[in-house]
């Protein structure tokens, strides 16, 4: 499944429309960000997460989305259940964000 760059215009609509949702906030100027890009576009490719959604939102763009996950730094993911927060964290580590989408 491909990773969807979303904003605030759509943002909710697609967390209540899927099941399960992991969303990476980024900014254009964040390293950090840029550097963790392809392995979210290879975990989106992944077998094991084949019933996960993945999307991309710039944080500085879409201060909504950003606001309903509580983004404190960046990188920062989120994932959501059936449109609700389950759980956030800024890091760029792989292997938290694959322990975030275990949980969901």
Do not use: H, Q
Request: glycine share 4%.
């Amino acid at each position: 499944m491909a990773v969807e760059l979303k904003t605030d215009d759509d943002f909710l609509t697609t967390i209540n429309n899927n099941d399960k949702v992991i969303v990476k906030y980024y900014a254009d100027w964040c390293g950090s960000c840029r550097l963790f890009g392809p392995k979210f576009k290879r975990l989106s490719e992944d077998d094991r997460f084949s019933d996960v959604t993945f999307l991309d939102v710039n944080a500085e763009n879409s201060s909504e989305a950003r606001k309903l996950a509580g983004v404190t730094s960046l990188p920062f993911f989120a994932t959501f259940k059936n449109g609700e927060l389950i759980t956030g964290v800024a890091t760029s580590k792989e292997d938290t964000v694959v322990d975030l989408m275990n949980a969901i």
